[in-house]
C-alpha cells in the first residue's frame, strides 16, 4: 500500500525508524536489497552541527541515491537552525525532513528539544510552521503518547502541527517515562489517528512480527507502521509483512545461512562505506545484535568483540559453524532446547544509544 506525504507519493507504507549507531547508510542500504522497504530515517541529527558542517552529522546524514525514499531526523530549539538545516537537506535530495518531539535524553530535553515539546504545542507548532514555510518537501514530526500515563499530550501536539503544516505524524506507542518498558498503547496511537484532519499518522512500536503489524493497522487505523528494532533483529520483517497481509500466510523463519549471508552483506557494506579497520569496529557491536538469533552463540559473540578485518569475519565464522554444531540434531537444526524463543511484542531492546530513542 502507498503513503501519501504531503507531495511525495511513497510506494510502500512499510518505513523503517531510526535506532541510533545500527540503522545507518549501510543497513538502509541492505534493507532496500531485500525488498519491500518504504521510507528510511536518519539517526537524530543536531540542526546546527548540520550547518556547521560537522563531520560526525554529515556522516548521519549521508546517502546513495538507492538509499531512497530517505527522511532525516532533525532536533533542536532554535527554529531558525532547523529551517537551515531543513533548507540545507532539501538541496541534498532528501525526501522528507522529520522534526524529534519525542526523543528522552535529559541533554536534548534541556535545549527544549526532543520529548521537552509535548508539554509545548505551541512552541512545537511555531518550528513547524517556520520550517514549512521555507521548505517544498514534506516536513513530519515524530512523538511519544506523552511524559506519563497522566499527560497524554499526543493528540493536541498532532493537532497544532498540522495546523502549522506538518504532512504526517509518526507516534511511539509509550511516553517519555516508560522508555522501552511495558506495553504499546495502541488506544493511544489511535487517539492521535482520530485527531488530526487529513495527515497520516504512522504507527511505531513492538512491530516485530507480520502480526504485531497487522494488530498495529488493525487496532490504530494508522496509515503506516515504523519498524525499528524488529528490523534489525529480522531484516526480512518487510517483505514477510506484505507477504502476509497479501497472502494471510506466514513465511518460514530464515535459515542460519540466510543470517550468516546477511550478516557478511552488512559488513561488506560497512567496509565499503567506512573502510575496513572502522567498519570492522563498527560492526563488532552489530554483530552481537544478529547473534542474537543464532542459538548458543558465546564463542561467536567471544570473537566479533575484537573483530580487526574482514578475512577474521571469515575464520571467525568457520570456527564458530563448528562449535555450533554440538547444538544440532541430526537434520542440522537446532536442539529445541537451544532455539532463540519467538519474536514478539516482549522484546529485549539493544544496549547502546539506541536504548534512548
Given at each position: 500500500m502507498r503513503?501519501?506525504?504531503?507531495?511525495?507519493?511513497?510506494?510502500?507504507n512499510l518505513c523503517l525508524a531510526p535506532l541510533?549507531?545500527?540503522?545507518?547508510?549501510?543497513?538502509?542500504?541492505?534493507?532496500r536489497e531485500l525488498g519491500h522497504t518504504g521510507l528510511c530515517t536518519t539517526d537524530l541529527v543536531?540542526?546546527?552541527?548540520?550547518?556547521?558542517?560537522?563531520?560526525?552529522?554529515l556522516a548521519l546524514v549521508a546517502s546513495r541515491p538507492a538509499d531512497r525514499p530517505l527522511a532525516v531526523q532533525l532536533y533542536g530549539p532554535v527554529p531558525e537552525e532547523l529551517r537551515d538545516a531543513a533548507l540545507l537537506l532539501e538541496a541534498r535530495g532528501v525526501d522528507v525532513v522529520d522534526i524529534n518531539m519525542g526523543c528522552p535524553v535529559r541533554k536534548?530535553?534541556?535545549t527544549g528539544s526532543g520529548a521537552a515539546l509535548l508539554?509545548?504545542?505551541?512552541?512545537?507548532?511555531?518550528?513547524?510552521?517556520?520550517?514549512?514555510a521555507a521548505v517544498h518537501i514534506p516536513v513530519t514530526c515524530k512523538m511519544r503518547l506523552g511524559t506519563?500515563?497522566?499527560?497524554?499530550a499526543a493528540p493536541d501536539l498532532a493537532r497544532a502541527v498540522e495546523d502549522a503544516g506538518a504532512a504526517g505524524i509518526i507516534v511511539h506507542g509509550r511516553t517519555r517515562q516508560q522508555g522501552f518498558t511495558g506495553p504499546v498503547n495502541l488506544t493511544g496511537i489511535r487517539a492521535v489517528v482520530q485527531a488530526v484532519k487529513k495527515i497520516p499518522v504512522i504507527g511505531n512500536g513492538d512491530i516485530t512480527t507480520p502480526v504485531a503489524a497487522k494488530r498495529?493497522?488493525?487496532?490504530?487505523?494508522?496509515?503506516?507502521?515504523?519498524?525499528?528494532?524488529?528490523?534489525?533483529?529480522?531484516?526480512w520483517i518487510f517483505q514477510h509483512i506484505r507477504h502476509f497481509f497479501a497472502t494471510g500466510a506466514l513465511l518460514p523463519e530464515p535459515t542460519?545461512?540466510?543470517?550468516?549471508?546477511?550478516?557478511?552483506?552488512?559488513l561488506d557494506l560497512m567496509v565499503e562505506i567506512y573502510g575496513e579497520a572502522d567498519g570492522c569496529r563498527q560492526f563488532r557491536k552489530i554483530a552481537l545484535q544478529y547473534s542474537r538469533r543464532f542459538g548458543p552463540a558465546r564463542e561467536f559473540d567471544r570473537r566479533m568483540v575484537q573483530l580487526s578485518s574482514r578475512a577474521e569475519f571469515e575464520e571467525i565464522v568457520a570456527a564458530y559453524r563448528h562449535w555450533r554444531a554440538r547444538f544440532l540434531d541430526a537434520t542440522g537444526e537446532l536442539l529445541p532446547a537451544y532455539r532463540p524463543r519467538a519474536l514478539g511484542e516482549s522484546f529485549t531492546v539493544p544496549t547502546g544509544p539506541n536504548e534512548f530513542w
Open positions: 503513503l501519501q506525504l504531503g507531495n511525495r507519493t511513497l510506494d510502500s541510533a549507531g545500527y540503522t545507518g547508510l549501510p543497513f538502509r542500504l541492505l534493507l543536531n540542526a546546527r552541527s548540520l550547518l556547521e558542517h560537522n563531520r560526525k552529522a536534548i530535553c534541556r508539554g509545548d504545542p505551541a512552541k512545537a507548532a511555531r518550528l513547524v510552521q517556520t520550517i514549512t506519563d500515563a497522566r499527560h497524554l498495529m493497522f488493525d487496532e490504530t487505523g494508522c496509515a503506516a507502521v515504523s519498524i525499528g528494532r524488529g528490523a534489525f533483529y529480522n531484516p542460519f545461512d540466510d543470517r550468516l549471508a546477511v550478516l557478511r552483506r552488512h
